[in-house]
């Protein structure tokens, strides 16, 4: 770039956030150790240069097992306040942490901006989306909770049935959606009565800062520890110990994978994890071109292609590949670059400061092994951005295809018979979403029959994405373990618990006695709007 833009005020950084207070045990307490700084890839002066935001606390093995210990107490082999308590004082304490996370929204947003390059209205939108998120699960809560009032009967045996905590959960969001994905773990985790230690990405870190005072003062102690520092040096001993009983991840596989194998009791260990993906459109030959186009410009390059629902790879019919790829080619050529708060941006700065470079790699490793960039811009280097390539023809020996690129690199491939990319598909360690292009419904049919066997997604005539959050969220092979929704999440948090008793004089008397004394928040038909 070659002079930056003047910054609008309200989106300039005027004090750095040197972060030295973390939770735990419902209190914040004071870091008096080492220091990490935290970089934003946008610059604030004219000459390029990465900007300071602040620091968070570079913590280890003596702070994580001191959250441990805290996520354990409160949890109290299950007679804690907060497993115990009963379903509308847990409720209550989460509404109160909306509300007060709702104060947050200007600095939150800001930060998503400077933290990892989100465009304007995609932060507002996730902050947004977050609050709406917390609120639907809360409804979610009751719907369940409602439910459980009925006692049933069956050959003789009447039984009250819940869901119920887990224990303690360990939460590690990613940094591309660090306050949205990562709330969708914490949030139904902490409201299904478990307990939790929570370490925010690498990159969208200093935003979780100004929610701290929220958490602290929403949940009684040891219900919710937030941790600042590296994956390995926090979540690694705290799995050693056995003491999790949710590994909660987004992220990638061989960091879920690091962390199952450290826990010493794998059995007992519950996995929610969002993992990896290559989600491939499929275009067919009677595909509406201009609603293609547009569709699959948004799935390979919304946030720069820096989302596990992104497209990371277009098979196009041969029938029509030449005219897709000219004019999608002009049309990522047409996208405006700029500053996240810059109207119109629709490609902002990189997050990380290597990523460029893993682009240009792959984008190397494709043009030695015979395939061109199709699009003028592709490839062109800014400090903190490489312009999204789009590579064609792209074979199966090419990194780009095999790797998920998360980042703006657009590999094309052509097909003539519908089973190479069936097949592929089929191959691949992956299995979350398609996109399926085209309007012959007897073609669509037995595809449809066949993608929904391969993958968990099939979007028709629509780009891959997460919502809405009322939708399951989940992926076969590498790609994710358990499901997530706004209704799916509460039940990956929790299990099935019940009080059963067989139909007799005594145990109908007492359990009359238990409903009116209203002495066991479990054996309750109190109803909650």
């Avoid at 300039?12 to 150790?33: D, M, P, T």
């Avoid at 990405?201 to 003062?217: C, D, H, T």
């Avoid at 030449?322 to 119109?344: I, S």
């Amino acid at each position: 770039m070659d002079k930056m833009p003047t910054i609008p005020e309200r989106f300039q950084i005027k004090e750095q956030i040197h972060q030295r207070q973390y939770l735990v045990n419902g209190e914040l307490k004071n870091w008096e150790g080492s220091t990490s700084e935290v970089y934003s890839t946008i610059s604030s002066t004219d000459a390029y240069k990465p900007t300071l935001l602040g620091s968070i606390p570079d913590m280890g093995e003596t702070e994580a097992l001191h959250a441990l210990d805290a996520a354990n107490e409160a949890y109290g082999n299950g007679q804690g306040v907060w497993p115990t308590m009963h379903s509308r004082d847990r409720i209550a304490c989460m509404e109160q942490f909306v509300e007060r996370m709702a104060e947050k929204r200007e600095i939150v947003v800001k930060l998503l901006m400077w933290e990892i390059g989100k465009n304007l209205s995609d932060s507002e939108k996730e902050f947004d989306r977050t609050i709406d998120y917390i609120k639907d699960t809360i409804e979610a809560y009751k719907k369940i909770d409602r439910k459980a009032i009925q006692l049933q009967k069956e050959s003789g045996v009447y039984a009250q049935i819940r869901r119920g905590p887990l224990g303690v959960v360990l939460c590690l969001g990613p940094y591309n959606y660090p306050l949205n994905e990562t709330f969708t773990l914490l949030i139904p985790a902490i409201i299904m009565g478990n307990t939790t230690i929570f370490k925010p990405a690498k990159f969208g870190v200093l935003l979780i800062a100004p929610l701290l005072e929220a958490f602290q003062s929403s949940f009684p102690k040891g219900v919710v520890n937030i941790l600042f520092g590296r994956g390995r040096a926090i979540a690694g001993p705290i799995m050693k110990t056995g003491k999790v009983n949710v590994l909660a991840l987004i992220g990638n596989s061989k960091s879920a994978n690091a962390l199952q194998t450290q826990h010493p009791k794998a059995n007992r260990l519950r996995l929610v994890l969002g993992l990896e993906a290559k989600n491939p459109a499929i275009i067919l030959p009677d595909a509406d071109m201009e609603l293609t186009i547009n569709e699959c410009l948004s799935g390979t390059l919304s946030y720069n292609g820096q989302r596990c629902t992104a497209l990371k790879v277009l098979y196009a019919h041969k029938e029509i590949s030449k005219e897709f790829r000219e004019k999608f080619a002009e049309k990522v050529d047409a996208l405006q670059f700029g500053n996240p708060w810059d109207e119109g941006a629709q490609l902002t700065p990189l997050p990380e400061p290597d990523k460029p470079d893993y682009i240009q790699e792959l984008i190397d490793d494709a043009l030695s092994k015979g395939a061109k960039i199709l699009n003028k811009k592709g490839g062109k280097r800014y400090d903190n951005f490489i312009w999204p390539a789009v590579l064609y023809p792209v074979t199966k020996n090419m990194r780009v295809y095999e790797e998920e690129q998360f980042g703006p690199v657009i590999p094309i491939l052509d097909f003539e018979d519908i089973e190479e990319p069936l097949n592929d598909m089929a191959e691949s360690n992956y299995g979350q979403q398609v996109s399926l292009f085209g309007k012959d419904v007897y073609a669509l049919a037995p595809l449809i029959d066949t993608l929904a066997n391969i993958v968990c997604r099939v979007n028709l005539n629509s780009s891959c994405q997460r919502g809405p959050d009322v939708y399951p969220f989940t992926g076969r092979k590498d790609s994710a373990v358990a499901t997530l929704s706004v209704y799916d999440a509460l039940r990956s948090f929790s299990i099935r618990t019940f009080l059963a008793f067989k139909d007799n004089e005594l145990n109908r008397e007492t359990v009359e006695q238990l409903l009116e004394t209203k002495l066991s928040n479990f054996v309750s038909t109190d109803y909650i709007l």
